[in-house]
């Protein structure tokens, strides 16, 4: 795809190639260009800089990216002192096994090995950087732990089915934040990216905000040799610009979709971001020379609704996550120039439904009223397989003693506030109730007769008469009373229970070196891509922490390739 295609969908402009570096001024200079300073980005320019490199990095916003906005996880094991500390076993082939059922080949199995073995050491390279990582471990299957727990289960290692090829540890290590600012699940990356940053930035690394990369520079021979950037010319419209975002973003983060009224807020959101835009347009062309490369590390494509449209339609209806920069131009910037991308209808939807507990105890249903997997999986699992083989449908099945026990899961400090809300507003609100299967499933719009057989089954495994085709273990399943049952709408458009979703696909890459490459496998000459950039680890299944994983292993791989140069 060119800039030229209907569908490019994106503002990224057709390379400028020149015949003289003598064709334009150019406006600063280093050795390496990293175009998006999220985590993947801040790894990259960490890593040059300790290599010696000189690094200026660029960013759109203010940097951190989805990163910062993210719950701070970071998926590691393999033997990570974190883990150790925790008194967790784990071994980089252990890692191997369980990781390779979830990317499916996405990658190698020599850079799967590779990304292993090196993740007990990058634990301890951001330790060295100053990211707290405590081994306080929450044992239990859950989607994120109460805030006083920092090493946590964050995958599927626990489920049954995964448990016959790898034994279970917990890999999902947060980065410290004190217990009052934990209480939410978003907002976290701070404490992974922010000491990284400073690390950075305390041994040179210069850094260029709210400044918007449109165009890559070549050079006679069509290598990769510096970009064209817009930047703002005055301070003043600089600091409205960035007055209009937080008054914007802090309207987003207030009232989100689920809020009654939040239509009203939206708009006026809305509002606050094209008046910043138009700002936008008055800012002005710089051009920044790379002597060694460019890294692209700018994020997805979730918050570019026409890609979504494009390549994911699927997940139309789902919740977008991430950040506005997350809008598809590192990937374009990489096919500008000849890079091949892949996996771009691949998408993540997390319909995490534990905590509480109890919900997941229930059985979930399709729109024929019948079961699809185990419901003790993570999230993302459930949302994909519901997305693209349940044409994005989905009820949650419960009686009036699970919904009771679920709201009694969720009290004090026993879950999350926002886990506590989601729980409480589909139980009070969201709930449909009947006195019998075939009751529910006319409330519902699904075969009656296949959710009464489903729902006799069901029962059958709670009492251990027959075992359950998905492996749910029998503890985990709920006998449910058909005289007081409940259903809540689980569906990617559920109103009352948000699902969101991040795009997973990226630019193809030389697995050895992070060097970007065409359609048939030659390398664009320096030109590399890490992080949601590039097709990577992360890139098939998601499970938490592992996005953050592949950006800090991407980032510094580039980096290492690029210090490898002559």
């Not at 979930?364 to 949302?383: K, P, W």
Request: negative net charge; contains cysteine; hydrophobic residues 40%.
């Amino acid at each position: 795809m060119t800039p030229q295609d209907k569908n490019w969908h994106s503002d990224i402009e057709a390379p400028l190639k020149l015949t003289s570096d003598s064709e334009i001024t150019w406006t600063s200079e280093a050795d390496v260009i990293v175009i998006g300073l999220g985590g993947a980005g801040v790894a990259a320019a960490l890593q040059s800089i300790e290599n010696g490199l000189s690094v200026i990095a660029i960013d759109r916003f203010e940097g951190g990216g989805a990163t910062k906005a993210s719950g701070g996880v970071i998926y590691a094991g393999g033997g990570t002192s974190t883990q150790k500390e925790a008194g967790v076993e784990d071994t980089p082939e252990n890692m191997f096994n369980y990781l390779k059922l979830e990317t499916e080949g996405i990658v190698s199995d020599e850079t799967l090995r590779d990304f292993c073995e090196k993740s007990a050491p990058s634990i301890e390279w951001l330790k060295g950087h100053d990211v707290d990582l405590r081994g306080t471990l929450w044992p239990h299957k859950t989607s994120y732990p109460a805030p006083q727990y920092f090493l946590y289960h964050s995958d599927n290692s626990l489920v049954p089915s995964y448990k016959k090829h790898a034994a279970p540890a917990a890999r999902g290590h947060r980065g410290y934040v004190p217990i009052k600012q934990g209480a939410k699940a978003t907002n976290l990356g701070g404490s992974i990216f922010d000491p990284l940053r400073a690390s950075a930035e305390a041994k040179g690394l210069k850094t260029l905000p709210y400044t918007e990369v449109r165009q890559l520079v070549l050079d006679s021979d069509s290598h990769v040799i510096g970009v064209k950037a817009l930047q703002f010319a005055d301070d003043d419209t600089l600091e409205t610009y960035k007055a209009l975002r937080a008054k914007a973003n802090k309207l987003f983060a207030m009232f989100p979709p689920i809020i009654p009224g939040s239509k009203f807020f939206f708009k006026k959101a809305m509002g606050h971001l094209e008046k910043a835009k138009s700002l936008a347009e008055s800012r002005i062309e710089i051009f920044i020379r790379a002597d060694k490369g460019v890294v692209l590390s700018a994020g997805g494509f979730v918050f570019n609704s026409k890609m979504m449209s494009h390549y994911a339609p699927k997940y139309a209806a789902g919740y977008p996550l991430g950040t506005d920069g997350d809008n598809g131009a590192g990937i374009r910037l990489g096919q500008s120039v000849g890079g091949s991308a892949d996996n771009m209808d691949r998408i993540t939807a997390w319909r995490f439904i534990n905590p509480p507990l109890s919900f997941a105890r229930g059985m979930i249903v399709n729109e024929n009223g019948q079961r699809f997997i185990n419901e003790m999986v993570y999230g993302a699992t459930l949302g994909v397989e519901m997305t693209e083989n349940h044409n994005g449908r989905g009820w949650m099945i419960l009686d009036k003693a699970l919904v009771k026990q679920a709201l009694d899961d969720v009290k004090g400090d026993k879950a999350l506030a926002f886990q506590r809300a989601l729980a409480k507003l589909n139980a009070y609100f969201g709930a449909k109730k009947a006195k019998s299967a075939k009751e529910l499933a006319a409330l519902i719009h699904v075969d009656g007769d296949n959710l009464a057989a489903q729902l006799a089954d069901y029962n059958k495994m709670a009492r251990g008469e027959i075992a359950d085709p998905f492996e749910k273990t029998q503890d985990d399943i709920a006998q449910l009373d058909e005289q007081t049952l409940v259903a809540i709408d689980i569906g990617l458009a559920a109103k009352l229970f948000p699902c969101p979703t991040l795009t997973l696909g990226g630019l193809k890459v030389d697995e050895a070196t992070g060097g970007v490459v065409s359609d048939d496998g030659r390398p664009i000459q320096g030109l590399y891509a890490a992080g949601r950039n590039a097709i990577g680890v992360a890139s098939w299944n998601y499970i938490s922490g592992l996005s953050i994983a592949d950006c800090v292993y991407s980032g510094r791989r580039a980096a290492d390739s690029l210090s490898a140069q002559s």
